[in-house]
């Protein structure tokens, strides 16, 4: 079958998507290797959101307006090391700068930043870098609540393929609103394709409307996830 050179365009990007997706995907699993529980996994309790949680979103706010672009997109791709090295952040301070598109999974390292140094040090370096470690540590305790109860400043793990493969999501984002009746939510994220400060489509820390459709977990953090 003769395609033309739009449609041709059109599969070319739908396939270097695919791509990506996958080799995310090889950067969790690299991640994920030595996984040691940091948090105590045996506690049964309703949780709210924390009051610190407004921080968060102003944080993950300011993230956003300086325009983080993944290198070559026109925006400061430099941030990007620090979310993965910085103590303040994933604290990851062995990795190299991140200088290439793919090098580092970074989604929840952005996440850990804008939580930063409200969250214990130990859960940011040991828990957010990766959907698995979220699942393996968080998803048997009260820490991971029904989509339904999403609210702003909630961690939402997403599926970002029809196969909705793992079971543990495929993206780390932050929740910036509760869904509406249709279950769509707005998000910030990381290492995400998106809206800008500008609201141009690109790619970096984007701007995002999601739905509960997509959704695989939420975790709200405890009390004593946070510093004193």
């Known amino acids: 079958m003769k395609m033309t050179k739009a449609e041709l365009s059109e599969k070319i990007d739908e396939l270097n998507h695919e791509i990506r997706r996958y080799k995310r995907a090889l950067k969790q699993i690299e991640i994920d290797v030595n996984i040691q529980k940091t948090v105590n996994i045996n506690i049964e309790r309703n949780v709210v959101p924390n009051e610190r949680v407004d921080a968060v979103l102003k ?50 390292a952005f996440a850990a ?19 698995y470690r979220m699942y393996d540590n968080w998803s048997s305790t009260s820490r991971s609540q029904l989509p339904s109860n999403l609210r702003p400043g909630d ?15 495929n993206h780390i984002t932050l929740a910036t609103s509760k ?15 998106g809206n800008g400060p500008d609201g141009q489509w690109r ?17 709200r953090l405890l009390d004593e996830d946070y510093n004193e």
Do not use: H, M
Not at 180 to 188: C, R
């Open 179 to 193: 869904p509406d009746q249709a279950g769509n939510f707005e998000t910030v994220e990381g290492n995400a394709f």
């Open 59 to 108: 944080q993950a706010e300011y993230e956003f307006n300086l325009d983080v672009t993944e290198p070559g997109g026109g925006g400061l791709s430099e941030r990007i090391t620090y979310y993965i090295k910085n103590a303040n952040a994933l604290g990851w301070s062995w990795e190299d700068d991140y200088t290439r598109n793919g090098q580092f999974a970074w989604c929840g």
């Open 203 to 219: 790619e970096g820390v984007s701007k995002r409307t999601r739905n509960l459709a997509d959704v695989a977990f939420v975790y």
């Open 155 to 169: 961690l939402v793990i997403v599926y970002t393929s029809s196969e909705k493969t793992p079971i543990y999501g």
């Open 113 to 131: 930043a804008c939580y930063s140094d409200r969250v214990r040090s130990n859960v940011r370096s040991k828990i957010f870098s990766s959907c």
